[in-house]
T-cell receptor
Framework: EAGVAQSPRYKIIEKRQSVAFWCNPISGHATLYWYQQILGQGPKLLIQFQNNGVVDDSQLPKDRFSAERLKGVDSTLKIQPAKLEDSAVYLC?????????????FGPGTRLTVL | DAKTTQPNSMESNEEEPVHLPCNHSTISGTDYIHWYRQLPSQGPEYVIHGLTSNVNNRMASLAIAEDRKSSTLILHRATLRDAAVYYCILRPVYGGSQGNLIFGKGTKLSVKP
Protein backbone atom coordinates (compact mmCIF):
# COMPACT_ATOMS: atom_id res chain seq x y z
CA GLU A 1 0.00 0.00 0.00
CA ALA A 2 1.13 3.57 -0.62
CA GLY A 3 2.64 5.32 2.38
CA VAL A 4 2.08 8.78 3.81
CA ALA A 5 3.00 11.42 1.24
CA GLN A 6 4.35 14.85 2.12
CA SER A 7 5.40 17.83 0.07
CA PRO A 8 7.56 19.70 -0.36
CA ARG A 9 10.50 17.70 0.97
CA TYR A 10 12.60 20.80 1.57
CA LYS A 11 11.78 24.47 2.01
CA ILE A 12 13.95 27.47 2.71
CA ILE A 13 12.32 30.77 3.65
CA GLU A 14 13.23 33.98 5.39
CA LYS A 15 11.84 34.89 8.79
CA ARG A 16 8.44 36.54 8.77
CA GLN A 17 7.50 34.77 5.52
CA SER A 18 4.69 32.22 5.27
CA VAL A 19 4.95 28.55 4.41
CA ALA A 20 2.56 25.63 3.96
CA PHE A 21 3.10 21.91 4.09
CA TRP A 22 0.84 19.26 2.60
CA CYS A 23 0.15 15.70 3.74
CA ASN A 24 -1.77 12.86 2.12
CA PRO A 25 -2.32 10.04 4.63
CA ILE A 26 -2.69 6.36 3.91
CA SER A 27 -6.05 5.69 2.30
CA GLY A 28 -8.75 4.99 4.86
CA HIS A 29 -6.81 6.25 7.86
CA ALA A 30 -9.09 8.32 10.04
CA THR A 31 -6.44 9.75 12.34
CA LEU A 32 -3.81 12.21 11.16
CA TYR A 33 -0.97 13.80 13.12
CA TRP A 34 1.50 16.62 12.56
CA TYR A 35 4.80 16.54 14.45
CA GLN A 36 7.69 18.97 14.70
CA GLN A 37 11.18 17.51 15.05
CA ILE A 38 13.99 19.88 15.96
CA LEU A 39 17.51 18.65 15.23
CA GLY A 40 18.74 16.24 17.90
CA GLN A 41 15.33 15.78 19.53
CA GLY A 42 12.46 13.36 19.18
CA PRO A 43 9.32 14.40 17.31
CA LYS A 44 6.84 16.56 19.21
CA LEU A 45 3.12 16.35 18.46
CA LEU A 46 1.60 19.58 17.19
CA ILE A 47 -1.94 18.50 16.31
CA GLN A 48 -4.08 15.39 15.98
CA PHE A 49 -7.14 15.06 13.74
CA GLN A 50 -9.81 12.40 13.88
CA ASN A 51 -11.45 12.56 10.45
CA ASN A 52 -11.76 16.33 9.97
CA GLY A 53 -12.11 17.21 13.66
CA VAL A 54 -9.30 18.30 15.97
CA VAL A 55 -8.66 15.92 18.89
CA ASP A 56 -5.59 17.60 20.38
CA ASP A 57 -3.90 20.87 19.44
CA SER A 58 -2.60 21.74 22.88
CA GLN A 59 1.01 22.08 21.67
CA LEU A 60 0.28 23.99 18.48
CA PRO A 61 1.50 27.63 18.68
CA LYS A 62 -1.79 29.01 17.51
CA ASP A 63 -0.57 32.58 17.09
CA ARG A 64 1.44 31.49 14.05
CA PHE A 65 0.60 27.87 13.23
CA SER A 66 -2.65 26.61 11.73
CA ALA A 67 -3.75 23.28 10.32
CA GLU A 68 -6.78 21.95 8.58
CA ARG A 69 -7.99 18.65 7.26
CA LEU A 70 -10.71 19.23 4.76
CA LYS A 71 -13.01 16.29 3.98
CA GLY A 72 -11.09 14.15 6.46
CA VAL A 73 -8.36 13.20 3.99
CA ASP A 74 -5.50 15.55 3.04
CA SER A 75 -4.14 18.05 5.50
CA THR A 76 -2.15 21.27 5.36
CA LEU A 77 -0.03 22.86 8.07
CA LYS A 78 0.75 26.56 7.76
CA ILE A 79 3.18 28.84 9.53
CA GLN A 80 2.61 32.58 9.31
CA PRO A 81 4.87 34.39 10.04
CA ALA A 82 7.83 32.05 10.42
CA LYS A 83 10.49 32.51 13.09
CA LEU A 84 14.07 31.25 13.18
CA GLU A 85 13.14 28.69 15.85
CA ASP A 86 10.63 27.08 13.47
CA SER A 87 13.52 25.49 11.57
CA ALA A 88 12.79 21.79 11.92
CA VAL A 89 11.48 18.73 10.14
CA TYR A 90 7.69 18.60 10.00
CA LEU A 91 6.38 15.07 10.00
CA CYS A 92 2.92 13.88 9.12
CA UNK A 93 1.65 10.53 10.38
CA UNK A 94 -1.59 8.62 10.02
CA UNK A 95 -3.27 5.76 11.77
CA UNK A 96 -6.38 3.71 11.16
CA UNK A 97 -7.46 4.62 14.66
CA UNK A 98 -6.32 6.88 17.45
CA UNK A 99 -6.20 4.06 19.97
CA UNK A 100 -2.96 3.01 21.63
CA UNK A 101 -2.86 -0.42 20.02
CA UNK A 102 -2.70 0.99 16.50
CA UNK A 103 0.61 1.95 14.97
CA UNK A 104 1.27 5.29 13.35
CA UNK A 105 2.72 5.47 9.86
CA PHE A 106 5.01 8.42 9.23
CA GLY A 107 5.80 10.29 6.06
CA PRO A 108 9.34 11.32 5.08
CA GLY A 109 8.88 14.82 6.47
CA THR A 110 9.46 18.35 5.20
CA ARG A 111 12.71 19.98 6.24
CA LEU A 112 12.13 23.69 6.86
CA THR A 113 14.99 26.14 7.14
CA VAL A 114 14.17 29.67 8.28
CA LEU A 115 16.90 32.23 7.57
CA ASP B 1 3.02 11.66 31.48
CA ALA B 2 4.82 8.40 32.16
CA LYS B 3 8.50 8.66 31.29
CA THR B 4 11.06 6.29 29.85
CA THR B 5 14.83 6.21 30.29
CA GLN B 6 17.09 4.92 27.54
CA PRO B 7 20.87 5.01 27.01
CA ASN B 8 21.88 7.81 24.65
CA SER B 9 23.83 5.50 22.37
CA MET B 10 24.84 1.88 21.81
CA GLU B 11 27.15 0.07 19.43
CA SER B 12 26.76 -3.32 17.87
CA ASN B 13 28.57 -5.52 15.39
CA GLU B 14 26.83 -6.63 12.25
CA GLU B 15 25.08 -10.02 12.47
CA GLU B 16 25.20 -10.02 16.27
CA PRO B 17 22.16 -9.68 18.54
CA VAL B 18 21.37 -6.29 20.05
CA HIS B 19 19.54 -5.69 23.32
CA LEU B 20 18.19 -2.16 23.69
CA PRO B 21 17.04 -1.44 27.26
CA CYS B 22 14.29 0.87 28.43
CA ASN B 23 13.33 1.74 32.00
CA HIS B 24 9.80 2.89 32.78
CA SER B 25 9.45 2.63 36.54
CA THR B 26 6.30 4.81 36.66
CA ILE B 27 4.37 2.75 34.11
CA SER B 28 0.68 2.27 34.85
CA GLY B 29 -1.33 -0.86 34.27
CA THR B 30 -2.99 0.64 31.20
CA ASP B 31 0.17 1.77 29.39
CA TYR B 32 1.28 0.00 26.23
CA ILE B 33 5.04 -0.15 25.60
CA HIS B 34 5.77 0.95 22.04
CA TRP B 35 9.03 0.97 20.13
CA TYR B 36 9.64 3.08 17.06
CA ARG B 37 12.86 3.66 15.18
CA GLN B 38 14.02 6.46 12.93
CA LEU B 39 16.56 5.83 10.20
CA PRO B 40 18.64 8.79 9.05
CA SER B 41 16.64 11.36 7.06
CA GLN B 42 13.40 9.36 7.39
CA GLY B 43 10.28 9.54 9.50
CA PRO B 44 9.93 7.17 12.45
CA GLU B 45 8.68 3.68 11.77
CA TYR B 46 6.83 1.32 14.07
CA VAL B 47 8.81 -1.64 15.37
CA ILE B 48 6.75 -3.45 17.98
CA HIS B 49 4.49 -2.96 20.98
CA GLY B 50 3.27 -4.96 23.94
CA LEU B 51 1.32 -4.72 27.16
CA THR B 52 2.37 -7.53 29.50
CA SER B 53 3.58 -10.54 27.55
CA ASN B 54 6.70 -10.82 25.42
CA VAL B 55 6.05 -10.17 21.74
CA ASN B 56 7.73 -11.26 18.54
CA ASN B 57 7.36 -9.99 15.00
CA ARG B 58 9.39 -10.08 11.82
CA MET B 59 11.47 -7.09 12.87
CA ALA B 60 12.24 -7.72 16.53
CA SER B 61 11.27 -9.17 19.88
CA LEU B 62 10.06 -7.28 22.92
CA ALA B 63 10.86 -8.68 26.35
CA ILE B 64 8.83 -7.11 29.17
CA ALA B 65 9.90 -7.51 32.78
CA GLU B 66 7.45 -9.21 35.09
CA ASP B 67 6.86 -6.00 37.04
CA ARG B 68 6.63 -4.06 33.74
CA LYS B 69 9.09 -1.45 34.99
CA SER B 70 11.54 -2.21 32.21
CA SER B 71 11.61 -3.72 28.76
CA THR B 72 14.18 -4.74 26.19
CA LEU B 73 13.97 -4.54 22.43
CA ILE B 74 15.90 -7.40 20.86
CA LEU B 75 17.21 -7.33 17.32
CA HIS B 76 18.28 -10.89 16.69
CA ARG B 77 20.87 -10.20 13.99
CA ALA B 78 21.82 -6.59 13.50
CA THR B 79 22.38 -5.37 9.97
CA LEU B 80 23.80 -2.07 8.78
CA ARG B 81 20.26 -1.04 7.93
CA ASP B 82 19.32 -1.28 11.62
CA ALA B 83 21.47 1.76 12.43
CA ALA B 84 18.88 4.23 13.69
CA VAL B 85 17.53 6.05 16.73
CA TYR B 86 15.27 3.73 18.73
CA TYR B 87 12.47 5.24 20.80
CA CYS B 88 10.76 3.49 23.70
CA ILE B 89 7.37 5.12 24.35
CA LEU B 90 4.60 4.50 26.85
CA ARG B 91 1.16 4.97 25.38
CA PRO B 92 -2.01 4.92 27.50
CA VAL B 93 -4.62 2.47 26.27
CA TYR B 94 -7.38 5.07 26.32
CA GLY B 95 -6.57 6.59 22.95
CA GLY B 96 -7.59 10.08 21.93
CA SER B 97 -5.17 12.75 23.07
CA GLN B 98 -4.18 10.58 26.04
CA GLY B 99 -2.95 7.91 23.66
CA ASN B 100 -0.55 10.13 21.78
CA LEU B 101 3.09 9.23 21.24
CA ILE B 102 5.48 11.26 23.36
CA PHE B 103 8.99 10.82 22.01
CA GLY B 104 12.11 11.22 24.15
CA LYS B 105 15.62 11.39 22.71
CA GLY B 106 15.88 7.64 22.18
CA THR B 107 18.96 5.45 21.79
CA LYS B 108 21.18 5.96 18.78
CA LEU B 109 22.30 2.52 17.61
CA SER B 110 25.45 2.25 15.53
CA VAL B 111 26.20 -1.00 13.70
CA LYS B 112 29.77 -1.80 12.73
CA PRO B 113 30.51 -4.05 9.75
Amino acid sequence: EAGVAQSPRYKIIEKRQSVAFWCNPISGHATLYWYQQILGQGPKLLIQFQNNGVVDDSQLPKDRFSAERLKGVDSTLKIQPAKLEDSAVYLCASSSSGTASHEQFFGPGTRLTVL
Amino acid sequence: DAKTTQPNSMESNEEEPVHLPCNHSTISGTDYIHWYRQLPSQGPEYVIHGLTSNVNNRMASLAIAEDRKSSTLILHRATLRDAAVYYCILRPVYGGSQGNLIFGKGTKLSVKP
